[in-house]
């Protein structure tokens, strides 16, 4: 499979959800509000890398009333483009893009496990940022405990075998909280803060029968514990 129809899988399986990436859905939902409520509102020129679950948008327009979304798919972009005002819409691959103008914040949520070379992806991101600019990085945890506990029930080899929901979304890789900040300083940018955000303990099959307020909750729960067990690692970064 090329880049192109690996582009369109994903896109397809954004555009169609299961049960399993609604689940992910409201978890991101709360990952977002989070995230939001930490933006500073003064640093309002924004770009979003991927349109994925279509979950970013509407909160960065409430705070900040306008944003820019670059994202390859064309599917993608057509599908979402007649839902928001004020957005700017960029098809490219991120390595293709140089804007005319910096960034004052950039969302890298959940990309960095899709594209081919990490640190080329965040060296190029680099360019787009001045000084004073912040990105917000979110991948997907190795250490999490439900990868943990899939590995003591012999259903994962170790923590960073792929399972059957990356595979569907082709991820090609998990990260560890000592594999993200590597990847990071590779590309020339600083390690401003760490928060590990969810605690997952079952797998989607599980938590979609899970209340609103259950998901809250362990959500919640998992700033009592090590960042290094959060379902996502949270990192913010500057030039």
Same mark, same amino acid.
């Given at each position: =499979?090329?880049?192109? +129809? =690996?582009? @369109?899988?994903? !896109? ?8 399993? *990436? @609604? ?12 995230? $939001?409520?930490? =933006?500073?509102?003064? #640093?309002?020129? /924004? ?29 993608? /972009? ?6 928001? #005002? ?29 594209? /081919? @070379? ?5 060296? &190029? ?22 990868? +943990?506990?899939?590995? &003591? =029930? ?26 993200? *900040?590597?990847?990071?300083? #590779? !590309?020339? $940018? ?29 959500? @919640? ?6 960042? #290094?067990?959060? !379902? !996502? ?7």
């Amino acid at each position: =499979m090329n880049e192109k +129809q =690996m582009l @369109d899988s994903v !896109a397809h399986n954004y555009l169609n959800p299961t049960t399993s *990436r @609604d689940t992910d859905k409201n978890i991101l939902d709360l990952i977002a509000k989070h995230v $939001l409520k930490n =933006m500073p509102s003064e #640093k309002d020129r /924004i770009i979003e890398m991927g349109i994925g679950d279509n979950v970013w948008t509407k909160y960065i327009l409430d705070k900040f009333n306008k944003s820019t979304i670059i994202d390859a798919s064309e599917d993608l /972009i057509d599908a979402v483009r007649p839902t928001y #005002k004020n957005v700017e819409f960029v098809n490219s691959y991120f390595e293709n893009y140089s804007p005319e103008n910096k960034y004052d914040q950039v969302v890298c949520s959940f990309v960095l496990e899709h594209v /081919i @070379d990490p640190v080329e992806t965040l060296q &190029k991101v680099r360019t787009w940022i001045h000084d004073e600019s912040v990105v917000h990085i979110l991948v997907p945890n190795a250490d999490s405990i439900h990868r +943990q506990h899939a590995v &003591k =029930m012999n259903l994962a080899e170790n923590s960073f075998d792929l399972g059957p929901a990356d595979k569907k979304i082709h991820h090609r890789r998990v990260y560890t909280l000592e594999h993200l *900040r590597g990847d990071i300083e #590779k !590309a020339g $940018l600083k390690v401003v803060s760490e928060e590990g955000l969810f605690l997952k303990t079952l797998p989607n099959s599980f938590l979609s029968q899970l209340s609103p307020e259950q998901l809250k909750g362990f959500f @919640d729960l998992a700033f009592d514990f090590p960042v #290094k067990n959060g !379902a !996502a690692l949270y990192l913010t970064a500057k030039k």
